[in-house]
């Protein structure tokens, strides 16, 4: 029973730490947030919080862990919400860009390859990448399959074709370029998805 109270009230620390780190990093970035910081405004010291996490990396990269599950789960209720083809990768892209406009998603711009993380956080950080590509690429391939998408069509292209796209339209967004050319995103987002399936789809 003792063990288990133990174990509840490390969880709690855990939980606790994660949400102050999580704010800090919104706020300061990776490079300006600190151990010392954060560690303070979780009631704790910074060698108290190292017996949590070994070092800025670790405890940056759990964070981003948690938050590239929130997309991807959101990703794929998404790419489930819809009946056709076309609409649900409009409904990936659509929620992908909700994502990505977030304060929370600012985390997801540092670097992975940057971080020293343990093995087993990194590999779990990538399949999560991995699976939010893999969600496109398996639309894709269940239209080839039903014969509403030419057979001559590379899935993983198309998959990277159209987050590498809305991560340029993400730039011009927060830029306010589209603003110059009274550009609604939805309707940018919307356009951009009937250019390219009219090249794919029979």
């Known amino acids: 029973m003792k063990r ?5 009230g ?4 855990i939980k606790e730490i994660l949400r102050v780190a999580k704010r800090e990093f919104i706020k300061k970035g990776y490079d300006g947030a600190t151990i010392r910081e954060i560690a303070g405004k979780a009631k704790l ?3 108290a919080l190292y017996f949590y996490f070994k070092n800025k990396d670790e405890l940056f990269g759990t964070i981003l862990e948690e938050v590239y599950q929130k997309e991807l789960d959101a990703l794929i209720e998404a790419s489930k ?5 076309y609409n649900r990768l409009l409904a990936v892209i659509k929620t992908y860009y909700e994502f990505i406009l ?10 992975l390859k940057n971080l020293k993380l343990p093995p087993p956080l990194r590999h779990r950080i990538e399949k999560q990448s991995t699976d939010t590509f893999g969600i496109v690429i398996d639309i894709i391939k269940e239209g080839i399959k039903d014969g509403s998408i030419t057979p001559e069509t590379d899935p993983v292209t198309i998959s ?3 987050f590498s796209t809305m991560e340029g339209f993400y730039v011009y967004h927060v830029s306010g370029e589209f603003d110059f050319f009274n550009y609604k995103l939805d309707d940018a987002l919307e356009k ?7 090249g794919i789809f029979k």
Not at 192 to 198: E, R
């Open 10 to 13: 490390k969880q709690i620390r």
């Open 160 to 162: 990277f074709s159209l």
């Open 45 to 47: 010291t910074p060698a």
């Open 192 to 198: 951009y998805l009937q250019s390219l399936c009219n």
């Open 102 to 111: 977030k304060e929370e998603a600012n985390i997801l711009e540092v670097k």
């Open 81 to 85: 919400s819809e009946d056709t083809i």
């Open 4 to 8: 288990a109270r133990t174990e509840a």
